[in-house]
């Protein structure tokens, strides 16, 4: 069966940062295009960015254009997302979710995969 895990989440101060990961089993991961979406405590979910299955884009929200960066290592199956001067609004259950074919849109309903979610804090 399909997994997602996601890693590298935790309790962190203002300006930090952070690098999440991703690790994909049970699917042709080069098929696939990776987003990373979050979930703030009493918010909806929220995209936050995608890297397509052909390498060739990456999408981001505007939200955290400029600190956010994702990446994907197919030898391994990963993706991450690397986050730099973390905001206390950062603070979110970050997932990955996994889009056969996918064009890195925003939509959740797009993605076929999704794993359980790693917690991220912002302390100030």
């Known amino acids: 069966q399909v997994q997602l895990v996601e890693s590298g989440g935790g309790l962190v101060q203002v300006g930090d940062s952070l690098r999440l990961s991703c690790a994909a089993s049970g699917l042709i991961f080069r098929y696939y295009t990776m987003g990373w979406f979050r979930q703030a405590p009493g918010k909806e979910r929220e995209f936050v960015a995608a890297f397509s299955w052909s390498g060739s884009s990456t999408n981001y929200a505007d939200s955290v254009k400029g600190r956010f960066s994702i990446s994907r290592d197919n030898a391994k199956n990963t993706v991450y997302l690397q986050i730099t001067s973390l905001k206390p609004e950062d603070t979110a259950v970050y997932y990955c979710?996994?889009?056969?074919w996918g064009t890195g849109v925003a939509a959740d309903y797009e993605y076929d995969y999704w794993g359980q979610g790693t917690q991220v804090t912002v302390s100030s």
């Open positions: 979710a996994a889009d056969r």
